[in-house]
């Protein structure tokens, strides 16, 4: 039996920027030894906008919304990130309550995120009915979301000192009772994903990263967390997350099941943490006045859908930033993704991509 | 087998899941950021929504009195809204098409 | 504010980050600063939530170790500022040329500061009709 199996060929195909699975453009280059990946090299520059240097001609407030539309998954999240490094510089004490209502709007957005990406992971691998009932229920959160701040995805409601948007009375039962139905949704498809056999046979053992590995690219998020690092910013209890506390969900297996599992079991994480933080509510102002300009360095890093987001902010006394600069979840976990393509198999390359919840938007800015 | 046939049932009953949309349109939800309105009575004219608008989308002039939005900048954001001294600006919550 | 920063030189960069690797430090990213007459280039690391920064000072034109040998995955980081700020990496495990973020027809070096005339007349281009 010593025929031409033995005689192996390279062959290099392109993956992306323009791919059924992928929402967003982002080039691979993969070398294939017949039906399996040994090396893959990313290209991205398809979507750079510039904004960390739009960043530096807006000011200060105005950065406020430019920034936020770095994202069109996690848009608060980037506005939190960046409010709280100028409030660190600007010495400004935030209201509990608007420290509070900041945490409902992140987990909402981590809702919908994780919900938009089960959805993509459910289409990746073709189980289309999953992906249409998934985004079903994701359209309950994009309407909580509009009925609290007044838009679906832009919420434009974190400001420097607190929160642009109070919550009344009826809009929390409102948001506790879209809670009830968006929870029993999960009870209808939850199940589907994580037992079912076929979904399984994709993603177990699939595009696996040890946490060796994971720890040394520097994995984010989900990723990193699948890989049995407990690692996820919001312990370090910014906002109200230190009072509410949380356990960061791990798993081990470090494969796509992994992945998934992490982010399904975030998804009951987040509606205990916005039924806690509307249950504690406090009644205090919403923001606090701010004067005069900010001045100095900081770091201010926050725990997004997809991992860690850092902004580091330098101000000089005026109205606008020295240097606005962002690191997004995704970036950081290219390399994660970059090891864990090879040894899989060309058909896995769509769903092991899909798995670390690619952002490619986050990514070039 | 018979667990499907509960959901074909239960599906028929509830008819589809999603909204005939240009023929139905869902009413705006209150407080929706939709577009931005301006009463001219009561605008002074001061320009502070132009120097404040991130997106460039407002133009003021005193004389003669004029106050124009272009709405294809307009990220609306209402930071206008919230900045104005006369509090002459809103949003309303009715979204705009784009051609219109 | 900024806390735990080390300055380094080009010299003993390599070092202190190799320090670093063992210990069990993660590489968040690198930051490079424009200011007008040198550049800044910081290495931010992180271990157990605690951060620390290194900051590297040096002028424009000087050829940076790059530090791809010891923590791989801050290949895609230095790719980017060498795109954006024209900064030379010397020892890239993995060299786009400058192709990493920008087409063939972009601006070179876009994030570098400019003069503050340009800097207005790039504001009033960014004020132009859609
Ligand atoms: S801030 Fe208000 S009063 Fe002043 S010009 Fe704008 S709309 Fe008119
Ligand atoms: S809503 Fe925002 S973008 Fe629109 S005009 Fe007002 S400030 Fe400008």
Redesign the interface.
């Known amino acids: 039996m010593t025929t031409a199996a033995t005689t192996t060929r390279r062959t290099l195909i392109p993956f992306g920027p323009q791919h059924p699975v992928l929402p967003e453009p982002l080039h691979l280059r993969l070398v294939l030894e017949d039906e399996i990946v040994v090396n893959a090299?990313?290209?991205?520059?398809y979507i750079?906008r510039?904004i960390?240097?739009?960043a530096e001609?807006?000011d200060f407030?105005?950065?406020v919304?430019?920034l936020e539309?770095i994202c069109g998954i996690c848009s608060f999240i980037h506005s939190l990130a960046y409010c709280q490094g100028i409030e660190?510089?600007m010495q400004l004490d935030v209201p509990p309550r608007a420290k509070y209502l900041r945490v409902v709007w992140s987990e909402l957005n981590r809702l919908h995120s994780h919900l938009l990406w089960l959805g993509l992971l459910a289409d990746s691998f073709g189980f289309e009915s999953l992906f249409m009932q998934v985004w079903?229920t994701r359209e309950k959160v994009l309407?909580l979301e509009?009925?609290t701040a007044?838009?679906r995805i832009?919420l434009?409601t974190c400001a420097i000192g607190g929160v642009?948007?109070d919550l009344s009375d009826e809009q929390i039962a409102q948001v506790l009772h879209g809670l009830d139905a968006i929870e029993r949704d999960f009870e209808s498809f939850i199940p589907a994903v994580i037992t079912d056999t076929t979904v399984k046979h994709r993603l177990v053992g699939v595009g696996v990263i040890t946490q060796q590995q994971a720890?040394?690219?520097?994995a984010v998020g989900p990723v990193a967390r699948a890989s049995g690092i407990a690692?996820d910013?919001r312990?370090?209890g910014y906002a109200a997350y230190g009072e509410l506390g949380l356990n960061p969900v791990i798993e081990t297996d470090g494969d796509c099941y992994a992945r998934t599992l992490v982010r399904v079991r975030e998804l009951h994480q987040s509606l205990l943490l916005i039924r806690k933080a509307l249950k504690r509510l406090p009644a205090t102002p919403i923001a606090v006045p701010v004067k005069g300009n900010p001045i100095?360095?900081?770091?201010s890093?926050v725990e997004q859908p997809r991992g860690?987001v850092?902004y580091?902010l330098?101000a000089n006394g005026t109205k606008t930033l020295?240097?606005v600069?962002v690191?997004t979840p995704t970036?950081?976990n290219?390399?994660a993704l970059l090891a864990m393509l090879p040894g899989n198999e060309l058909a896995d390359v769509p769903v092991i991509t899909l798995a670390i919840d690619p952002c490619v938007s986050c990514t070039?800015r | 087998m018979f667990p499907f046939v509960t959901t074909i049932l239960r599906a028929l009953r509830r008819g589809p899941?999603t909204r005939r949309y240009p023929y139905e349109v869902r009413p705006p939800?209150a407080?929706?950021?939709g577009h931005l309105v301006n009463e001219p009575d009561t605008c002074i004219y001061c320009g502070l929504c132009v120097r404040?608008?991130?997106?460039g989308a407002l133009a003021v002039t005193r004389e003669p009195k004029s106050w124009t939005l272009d709405p294809y900048r307009c990220?609306?954001?209402?930071?206008c809204v919230?900045v104005c001294p006369k509090k002459c600006l809103r949003?309303e919550p009715s979204h705009v098409r784009a051609a219109s | 504010?900024?806390h735990n920063v080390t300055d380094v030189t080009v010299a003993t960069l390599l070092d202190a980050v190799a320090a670093r690797f063992p210990q069990?430090y993660?590489?968040?990213?690198l930051?490079c600063?424009?200011c007008v007459d040198n550049l800044e280039v910081?290495y931010?690391f992180y271990r157990n939530?605690e951060?620390s920064?290194l900051r590297l000072c040096v002028a424009k034109g000087t050829v940076v170790p790059s530090i791809s040998g010891i923590?791989?995955?801050a290949?895609?980081?230095e790719n980017e500022l060498k795109d954006l700020f024209g900064l030379t990496f010397d020892g890239l495990v993995?060299d786009?040329e400058g192709?990493?973020?920008?087409?063939a027809d972009a601006p070179v070096a876009?994030?570098l500061r400019t003069a503050p005339a340009q800097?207005a007349a790039?504001?009033g281009e960014?004020k132009m009709e859609p």
């Open positions: 090299l990313p290209a991205v520059g750079h510039g960390e240097k739009l001609l807006k407030q105005q950065n919304f430019l539309r660190e510089l079903k309407d509009e009925a007044g838009a832009m434009s642009r948007r720890h040394e690219l520097g690692r910013l312990v370090t100095g360095e900081v770091v890093r860690e850092l580091y330098k020295e240097r600069r690191r970036f950081a290219i390399p070039e | 899941a939800m407080g929706s950021r404040r608008c991130p997106a990220i609306l954001c209402a930071y919230e949003m | 504010m900024l069990g993660r590489l968040i990213t930051t600063v424009d910081l931010h939530y951060l920064h923590y791989s995955c290949v895609i980081v993995l786009y192709r990493f973020m920008l087409a876009p994030m800097a790039r504001n960014l």
